[in-house]
């Protein structure tokens, strides 16, 4: 198992960043606006923020860190993306709503190097549903342990797995994210985590025509079972829409899963690294496009 | 902790008790009853119309509150938004406000952990909310306390730092 986590944990993406004209001085070169980089599917957008004013300090036409009147926030092709999902969850659900990243028909797939396009913009009112991106350091390693704390609560039932870690544990964990540290990241994950869990913390994003998006956590109870996916169908399709699984693919961590697989098993080697296995429900014909 | 069942019992009962539509901040309150939830819009206290000043040089508009549940810690859940008051020539305009330090904006530092946070059972909106890991210890859930816990819990995650003053 720890060699499906490791090849979970090394899986990267290729992120071009664009920066809204506006954050730059008037003249400044064009390419100044552009970064391409590589990223890890287990992390968030905003851990690059600092390497992004960095790129462009000496261009920016204002102090993006003392600003108060503005708020930034990521796009992909005019809609606003959730920097507080990790990278490979935004990229997997994007997939599935957006012709940017289907392949020609004519060129080979191995041939094509995907490019996922997230728009840094600004503005003076925010997307309601997007969290703004602040200037303190420490907003994503703040929300990371809030997730985790959820997690820990939902698997046994109480945070005392991660609220017991020691101040250097905590630091330690979090650092393990920003330098890839794999030992690290699952020595103490494995503390927060129970042979036998309550619950299994889980998020479901579905994609559908014209870009709707629904998320759903449904609450899947361990006591005594260990259900597949099949087993807890209605709940992964979410009972409030009504749509054919059978047209449906699921898509974690960028590849596809079989409806028999056991859900322990599956969060085991697939959750993400703040916790919560992320389920992507794709419609078939998305999949035929992009992920084969 | 508190049983889903018995927040709801709870919850109308405070609702009912009539100590929001009483407070002297509050400017308007709601029952959503398909949520089980309470939404509160309040006028922000002296103090904080201070702090927002020193802290952002930012005037308040309102501040909101939605008292829901949480199903994973089974607790009262306090989600909060703050209204800035914006003006331009003559036009009088609120818009959320984040600022980065608001424990110490609403003069809560020490005494809760808030985080921004978007809520799937709120249309992905999002709020900053009091952390609820620890409550059962900071409101004491022994049995005999039980059928008053979330009137205690409304005591210490709302007006403990908004204060009480009746109208």
Redesign the interface.
Known sequence: MNEIRQLVWNGELNVLVSIDPSFLMKGSPKEMAVLRIRVPRETYLINYMPLIWNRIQDFLSFDPLNEKEKYFWFEHNGRPIRWNYPVGVLFDGLVASSATFVTSSGIHPENVITLFKVHLVMGKSLPSTVIPILSSSNQAEKFWFHQWKQVCFILNGSSKGIMSLSVNESRKFWRSVITRNFHDFTEISKKISPSRPRHVPIIIQTHKDLGIEVISQPTISMTGVNPTLRDIEQEVISAKEIIDAGSYVIVSQGIEIPWDIALFDLYLKFRSFDGFLYITLVPKISVARTFR | MIEYEEWQRQLRSLYDSQIFQNWVLCQEIRLIDDKNALLLCLKPTHKLQESAKII???SLDHIELYLTYS???SEPLLLLRIWEEKRSDDMIMT??M?P??VESLLGVEGKFRL????F?SM????WYSF?P?DTSSIVGDQKEFRPTYLRRWTSIFVFSWLGYEDL
């Open positions: 952002e040089n930012k199903k994973i810690y818009r959320l984040f980065c330090k985080g921004l946070e978007t799937i249309e992905n909106a999002v952390h890991c």
